[in-house]
């Protein structure tokens, strides 16, 4: 039995097992699915300060290279909250990609968009023709994704009114990024600028067909959380504004092609927010609207190795290289929720 489908289930059953203490009228149970459309991307920009392998260290401009990896996927979500004595609230949400096998029509993300400045630049080793911010090389590449979301959260209501409710809590939040990114195209936006100096073969595209990189980025984000919600008869309103500013970014790029890896570690900050609407078509069912916003910013270091000689670059530590890692991730879904 797949992992999703295990935590649907264990779902349901915490759900049976509040039903009881829910009549007693001092707990309550709730439990959501929902299919969300998740739209954005996933960053990491390499630059600034760096030292090679060999102890050497200096400054590249920022950014020398950017990776952009779209988040472009349908995820769908199970959760489950509890509410005691309509003042303490604990909430738990999965969501997957891949709930219940969908991953087979659901993996393609977008394009993958690789950016490189000053190319000629470091190749040339500094010469008056060459200029450190041009864009020398670009490439797109299929991008098809994994994505994985677990959330915890604690809330205390400081205004539980029939009408409004006000809280206080504290979130954390993984997310998980899985690439496997095929198919490059690449071209040389800069060559007419620099014809005079570079071989004609840089003056078209570069194809190939079969696995380019595989990358892994995971977030953890510890929040501070606000929750303010409205009702209105059987129409309900709740929106949720959080604060991180320890969120940690872990990541590891493959470059299948060059056989060498960068792995990075990044601390920043992160901004999460969400809303629902609910509307009550029964006292135990209801059907909503939900949508929420990640946004993480964090800068720390990245670490390249060579696995293998390539290119006239031995096997061994290339080195260490300042690193940035930023993500907006937009979702928006239709939702249904058993309340017990």
């Not at 409205?230 to 590891?252: I, K, M, Y």
């Not at 992160?270 to 009550?280: C, I």
């Amino acid at each position: 039995m797949g992992q999703p489908l295990k935590i649907a289930l264990a779902l349901a059953i915490a759900s049976a097992l509040c039903r009881p203490a829910a009549a007693e009228g001092r707990v309550r149970f709730e439990t959501d699915l929902s299919i969300e459309r998740v739209s954005g991307f996933t960053t990491y920009q390499i630059g600034g300060d760096f030292t090679s392998g060999d102890g050497v260290s200096g400054t590249y401009r920022f950014p020398l290279s950017e990776l952009e990896f779209p988040v472009n996927v349908f995820m769908t979500t199970v959760s489950a909250g509890l509410t005691i004595d309509e003042k303490f609230v604990v909430r738990v949400k999965y969501r997957h990609n891949n709930l219940f096998g969908a991953h087979k029509f659901n993996s393609f993300a977008g394009s993958m968009k690789d950016s490189d400045w000053g190319y000629w630049y470091l190749a040339s080793g500094g010469e008056a023709w060459a200029d450190p911010d041009t864009l020398d090389i670009y490439s797109e590449s299929d991008a098809y994704l994994t994505a994985a979301e677990a959330r915890i959260g604690f809330l205390y209501r400081a205004v539980s009114k029939e009408t409004v409710t006000f809280g206080l809590g504290i979130g954390f939040l993984y997310q998980l990024f899985d690439y496997k990114v095929k198919d490059i195209d690449q071209w040389y936006p800069s060559y007419e600028e620099y014809a005079a100096h570079i071989d004609p073969d840089f003056s078209g595209h570069d194809r190939y067909g079969g696995s380019v990189i595989e990358y892994r980025v995971e977030y953890f984000i510890p929040a501070i959380e606000t929750e303010l919600g409205l009702t209105f008869g059987n129409l309900s309103f709740v929106f949720s504004l959080g604060f991180s500013p320890c969120a940690c970014a872990r990541d590891l790029d493959d470059h299948l092609l060059r056989y060498k890896t960068a792995e990075g570690e990044s601390i920043g900050f992160a901004v999460l927010s969400s809303l629902d609407l609910k509307f009550a078509v029964h006292k135990n069912v209801a059907i909503g609207f939900t949508a929420g916003l990640v946004t993480v910013y964090a800068r720390g270091e990245q670490v390249q190795n060579q696995y293998e000689d390539y290119n006239g670059v031995p096997e061994g530590e290339i080195g260490t290289v300042q690193n940035l890692i930023f993500t907006r991730q937009v979702s928006a879904g239709m939702k249904l929720s058993l309340m017990f």
